[in-house]
């Protein structure tokens, strides 16, 4: 089979090169099945990993690609449940973009109804991290205040529309007034170009000085004290990316001030079964997050469909920025 391999990377690391090259077929063992994948997507992770800064956990692939659509074309021993020639998506910890992949079936989902087999390729990260940090962790509900960093990124586009669907008030951050206009469509209600104004003095003028419920953040380090400005009384601060750094002092009076709460989430790393695993995430998604999906409150947000043997191009449109939801990767 092929896949994207990285290859020479720059003195600085930062522009690695990607190469569409020939692997080994990858192996199933008890509890897998084998996929043929349709598409995957690009994460900023993925990214990450390429530039050396991201290693795979032990025991996963090294090849690139945290999620993935595709027709299952074999069945390891202790699988029920799932059939040869169905069509499904995967949540992973690498090997999506490749041309098979083998996939715990605890993390396999089934193709939500009216969403295509290219298009589901978009969701099972989203989806997970989300609904996981959102509403599992978060307990987000009807009435709060939601504020998204980064709306228009694949994730932000997805809590935007879960936010709204739960019946909260979703504020988001971005850097272009392209950007935040796609965030209205999608139902933010509260729009801030970080790069013109604070988004914390923003918020509070949009909610009479209340602040925000929950804060699903992936700046990390930069912007931690701002964050705990904006909270509201009682809030949560929920951080799943490090993009301003991973150091930060923060003052715990203000944090005592607001009884607030700071927590810091992954969900690569966990395990695959079990209390809070990815098992665990996947079948809450399909029971809850998917219904959404299917009667049109939610849906996959895609920028952009590159082939595979694109992928830096691909990589290149999401380095950029200005993207909004998804950018995929098509398998010939």
């Known amino acids: 089979m092929k896949a994207v391999v990285v290859t020479a990377p720059s003195q600085d690391g930062q522009n690695p090169t990607l190469s569409?090259?020939?692997?080994?077929?990858?192996?199933?063992?008890p509890g897998e099945v084998l996929l043929e994948v349709t598409a995957s997507a690009v994460n900023r992770a993925d990214l990450m990993q390429a530039q050396g800064q991201y290693p795979p956990p032990p025991g996963a692939s090294d090849i690139l690609g945290l999620e993935c659509s595709g027709r299952?074309?074999?069945?390891?021993?202790?699988?029920?449940?799932?059939?040869?020639?169905?069509?499904?998506?995967?949540?992973?910890?690498?090997?999506?973009?490749?041309?098979?992949?083998?996939?715990?079936?605890?993390?396999?989902?089934p193709l939500p109804t009216g969403v295509d087999l290219l298009h589901s390729a978009a969701l099972p990260e989203v989806a997970c991290t989300v609904w996981s940090n959102l509403v599992m962790l978060g307990g987000l509900r009807d009435g709060q205040t939601l504020l998204v960093h980064g709306g228009s990124s694949g994730i932000?586009?997805?809590?935007?529309?879960?936010?709204?669907a739960l019946g909260a008030v979703v504020a988001v951050t971005a850097s272009r007034a392209t950007s935040l206009e796609a965030c209205r469509e999608l139902g933010a209600e509260i729009g801030i170009n970080y790069r013109d104004e604070d988004f914390v003095e923003a918020l509070r003028a949009a909610t009479q000085g209340r602040g925000a419920d929950l804060i699903l953040d992936v700046v990390g380090a930069k912007y931690l004290s701002r964050n705990v400005s904006a909270?509201?009384?009682?809030?949560?601060?929920?951080?799943?990316?490090?993009?301003?750094?991973?150091?930060?002092?923060?003052?715990?009076?203000?944090?005592l001030a607001k009884r607030g709460r700071i927590a810091a989430t992954a969900?690569?790393?966990?395990?695959?079964?079990?209390?809070?695993?990815?098992?665990?995430?996947?079948?809450?998604?399909?029971?809850?997050l998917w219904p959404?999906?299917?009667?049109g409150s939610v849906r996959p947000v895609v920028d952009s469909v590159f082939d595979a043997a694109d992928a830096q191009a691909a990589h290149q449109r999401v380095a950029e920025g200005g993207h909004v939801g998804k950018v995929l990767l098509r398998m010939p």
């Open 20 to 29: 569409w090259q020939d692997v080994p077929d990858p192996a199933i063992g």
């Open 72 to 109: 299952i074309v074999e069945i390891g021993t202790d699988v029920t449940g799932w059939e040869i020639g169905q069509d499904v998506c995967a949540l992973l910890a690498g090997g999506g973009y490749a041309q098979r992949v083998a996939v715990p079936a605890a993390q396999l989902l």
């Open 231 to 255: 909270l509201a009384d009682g809030g949560t601060i929920v951080v799943i990316g490090m993009q301003g750094g991973r150091t930060a002092e923060l003052d715990l009076g203000a944090l």
């Open 156 to 164: 932000g586009t997805m809590a935007i529309q879960v936010g709204r």
């Open 292 to 295: 959404l999906i299917a009667d």
């Open 267 to 288: 969900l690569r790393s966990r395990p695959v079964t079990g209390t809070g695993s990815k098992g665990d995430i996947v079948d809450a998604v399909t029971r809850h």
